[in-house]
């Protein structure tokens, strides 16, 4: 009985401090609404907690095939360049607005995801991650030559519009909903089949689990959802370009991010992204030349001392190699008062 009071007291505080955290993120631009001229809240601000939610929300969806499923894709990226162009195209060359744009621009990465994840998704381990490493690589290309389209190198302008609170409830409602139907499909038949195909693909498949349309399946949703997050960073930024959009280290921090709070977990990406890019702020203000060796040392760090991530860590010092390093420092510690 004191267990599941326990238990309980624990999750009303948990959904207390949720409630309170939400309270005061929708609260964040009012003094943008109430008194602009006293600039209680700068722009700045604002657009590093949009930047924030983005990650955030590319981070779950990278979540959802690379933890989830345990396939570990070093060309999500391609996803959110696609969904950035898709959404700048059809603004720049045809005069759509920018909604349509954005939803037609996550759709136009869903179908690539789906043609392109029905042959790399039959491959295992390090053949999946280089097959879309060089997916990624090659769409940059194509886009590069494809001038009369994209832009090639010269890039797309897309119309202006500055607005940065709205932006940023745009971004933060956009990681509210991601994360709560990354939540939502973690409690589903089909999140446990992702799970399943993780552990023991062939013992999946032996049960009667047809892993390849799962693992399609949530292929697609992530793409999609990246997409969304491409067409809206593309407009905010109002201009985007091959090497812009295609960045390699995108995809490096997402896997950081999602390895750094914990892999297959619904908050892990969230903390993750949230450490990770404030911590990268911090490194590029103090040591700009050298943000890459940091960031990759970090990397290196996360998988040979905490590989189960923040949340693992919480619930289980002993999964992580520095938790079981300090149990066995305070063991072979000398006592207080012997000599």
Do not use: C
Not at 110 to 135: C, D, E, H, N, Q
């Amino acid at each position: 009985m004191k267990g599941l009071k326990q238990i309980w007291r624990q999750y009303r505080l948990n959904r207390w401090f949720l409630f309170l955290l939400l309270v005061g993120l929708f609260a964040l631009p009012l003094p943008q609404f109430v008194a602009p001229e006293r600039k209680l809240v700068t722009n700045s601000l604002l657009f590093s907690f949009t930047q924030m939610f983005m990650l955030i929300t590319l981070a779950s969806n990278w979540n959802l095939t690379g933890g989830f499923t345990g396939y570990v894709d070093f060309g999500h990226a391609v996803f959110f360049g696609l969904g950035a162009y898709g959404t700048g195209i059809l603004m720049n060359k045809l005069g759509w607005p920018f909604w349509p744009a954005m939803v037609v621009g996550g759709m136009i990465s869903a179908v690539f995801a789906v043609l392109i994840g029905s042959a790399t998704l039959r491959l295992k381990g390090p053949y999946f991650s280089i097959s879309m490493l060089g997916t990624f690589v090659a769409m940059r290309e194509i886009v590069r030559v494809s001038k009369p389209l994209t832009g090639g190198g010269e890039g797309l302008t897309l119309p202006p519009y500055l607005n940065r609170p709205l932006f940023y409830y745009i971004t933060l409602i956009l990681a509210i909903l991601v994360v709560t139907l990354i939540w939502w499909i973690r409690r589903t038949e089909f999140g446990a089949t992702l799970i399943a195909i993780r552990e023991d693909e062939i013992g999946a498949e032996m049960r009667g689990i047809n892993t390849t349309l799962n693992k399609i399946t949530a292929f697609w949703i992530a793409a999609f959802l990246s997409g969304l997050v491409g067409g809206l960073w593309a407009y905010q930024n109002t201009f985007i370009d091959p090497d812009v959009v295609f960045f390699e280290s995108r995809t490096v921090e997402l896997v950081m991010m999602t390895m750094l709070g914990g892999l297959g977990t619904v908050a892990g990406p969230v903390i993750g992204a949230a450490v990770i890019y404030w911590l990268r702020d911090v490194v590029w203000a103090s040591f700009f030349q050298y943000h890459l060796l940091v960031e990759g040392a970090l990397l290196i760090i996360i998988v040979l001392f905490v590989p189960e991530g923040i949340m693992g860590a919480l619930g289980d010092d002993s999964s992580t190699s520095l938790g079981r390093i300090m149990r066995r420092w305070f063991r072979e510690s000398p006592k207080e008062g012997v000599a």
